[in-house]
């Protein structure tokens, strides 16, 4: 999925059955990044503590007998279907943008391009910008091949795992 918000890629690499799973993905995180943004105002103002329960609290109002009959419409199915309209239009226009060239940097490009794609902005951020290195699990592979020698072939598991672990935390 990371892979699709890099403009250097996109879906280039990517089967073309694997195509409409991956957009699903991307459509589906990217709701569920703005449910997120939504929500996060509201805990905060939750957790202030000079706020009473009783000013916080809004009255009840009384119900007559005619509200009972009444024939009440989701009002919130028509924000929503705007709003996965305009995420799927967001991700197809990303899509049919020039793929940028390999040389360039990617987050530059989304820093540029944030005003126009502002929700694939969001969760570029939040997949591009983990490094993708392995540094420490290569040193501790090599710990273990400094420590399991020709002389020292024939430790055990357990104690060659005991060796790298205090080679590592000592």
């Known amino acids: 999925m990371a892979s699709a918000l890099d ?3 996109k879906l280039k690499y990517v089967s073309e059955d694997n195509r409409g799973s991956i957009e699903d993905k991307l459509t589906a ?3 569920s990044l703005i449910n997120e943004m939504k929500n996060a105002p509201l805990e905060t103002a939750a957790m202030a503590p000079d706020v009473t ?3 916080a ?5 009384k119900k007559g007998l005619g509200s009972f009959f009444k ?3 989701d009002k919130t199915a028509g ?3 705007q709003q996965d309209h305009a995420i799927a239009l967001e991700l197809q226009l990303y899509l049919q ?3 940028l060239d390999a040389e360039e940097d990617p987050l530059k490009w989304w820093r540029e391009s944030q005003r126009f794609f502002p929700r694939l902005s969001n969760l570029a951020r939040k997949y591009l910008c983990i490094p993708a290195t392995s ?3 290569e040193r501790v592979f090599s710990t273990g091949g400094n420590i399991v020698s020709c002389s020292r072939s024939s430790l055990k598991p357990d104690h060659v795992d005991r060796l790298v672990f205090l080679a590592k935390n000592l």
């Open 7 to 9: 403009p250097r890629f």
């Open 29 to 31: 995180e990217m709701k």
């Open 53 to 55: 329960e009783d000013a």
């Open 57 to 61: 609290a809004p009255k009840k109002k």
């Open 71 to 73: 024939v009440t419409t």
């Open 79 to 81: 924000p929503l279907l």
């Open 97 to 99: 943008t020039e793929t």
């Open 135 to 137: 540094f420490s699990s």
